[in-house]
């Protein structure tokens, strides 16, 4: 079988992101009520080891790989600089020969996309993106999963994103332009996603509005979204603060968008900033739902990569 990376969504394609979707929710509902580090029935990554190579600080990435991986029957283990080579200079190409002899697969969480894709070309083993600055295709995976839970068709959904035009976000325009959605991006000049990624939605025949105008985001929108403004490594500049405060997604916001409307976050998020306490902890918010489909989306995504789905 060909080695299956997946450092974009675009490398498994919307029929593997329906075929991962579906299956997260059929092993997520085969776990009611069962311990977290039970393994499924199946097992069927039993035996299989998962390298997770962290060069950013994580949470969700962290715990929901690892207990994917242990649901799957298999195991995982952590490197980051302060307990590998990588730190003392180690070569991405000599780490990842070296790991594919030793690891079924690894995933790396880095600032650099560059760094994911020579990982990639020098791995015999898939390689999976668990962030980088440029993409978040993991994220958008459990995004998508939590919106087909709360009965949100994806084809011609309407989706409204507010705020810093990032890597969550460009892989939020692959996943329009892999299942058929529109999205409306509000972020205020110079903030933009880049254009990459507009194009590519736009050509596959998503429909995709920027605007600075919040406002015209919201209205009659399916789901709002949004991000913290400010990304680990960037500096909290006030500058950039102020031009995103139009942009918080608040009551406000909410009442203009579809009735039924949900709200999405991939955390951590900043209360308060980028969202008002009154949404995120409002009846709207499935952020929660959200960050537990990691595990699932996870699962899904390793599966998919080792050639199991």
């Given at each position: ?127 999976i993106n668990g962030l980088t600055d440029r993409s978040h295709p993991c994220q958008i995976v459990a995004d ?166």
């Amino acid at each position: 079988m060909e080695k299956r990376d997946f450092l974009d969504l675009s490398d498994a394609g919307g029929d593997a992101i329906a075929a991962m979707i579906n299956d997260a929710i059929n092993r997520k509902g085969a776990r009611l009520d069962w311990p977290k580090g039970k393994v499924d029935a199946d097992a069927p990554l039993a035996g299989h080891v998962l390298a997770m190579i962290f060069e950013k600080a994580s949470t969700r990435t962290r715990v929901s790989f690892d207990i994917a991986m242990r649901q799957l029957g298999g195991s995982a283990l952590i490197l980051d600089s302060s307990t590998s080579q990588l730190g003392r200079g180690e070569s991405i190409a000599d780490t990842a020969r070296v790991l594919s002899r030793m690891v079924d697969c690894i995933m790396i969480r880095t600032d650099n996309h560059a760094k994911a894709e020579e990982l990639a070309r020098y791995a015999s083993v898939p390689v999976i993106n668990g962030l980088t600055d440029r993409s978040h295709p993991c994220q958008i995976v459990a995004d998508l999963l939590t919106l087909v839970e709360h009965g949100k068709p994806l084809p011609g959904l309407e989706l409204a994103w507010f705020g810093d035009g990032n890597n969550v976000l460009h892989s939020m325009l692959e996943a329009a332009a892999l299942m058929k959605f529109n999205v409306r991006v509000a972020t205020p000049q110079g903030y933009e996603p880049e254009t990459e990624f507009v194009e590519l939605a736009r050509a596959a025949g998503s429909k995709v509005t920027l605007t600075q105008d919040a406002v015209e985001a919201a209205d009659g929108a399916d789901v709002l979204v949004t991000d913290t403004w400010v990304s680990m490594g960037q500096e909290h500049t006030h500058n950039k603060l102020a031009a995103m405060a139009p942009y918080q997604v608040d009551s406000r916001l909410m009442e203009l968008a579809a009735p039924d409307a949900k709200f999405l976050h991939c955390l951590p998020a900043h209360v308060d900033e980028e969202v008002s306490q009154e949404v995120f902890e409002g009846p709207q918010s499935i952020v929660f739902d959200e960050a537990e489909n990691r595990i699932h989306a996870q699962k899904s995504v390793l599966l998919w990569a080792l050639g199991r789905l």
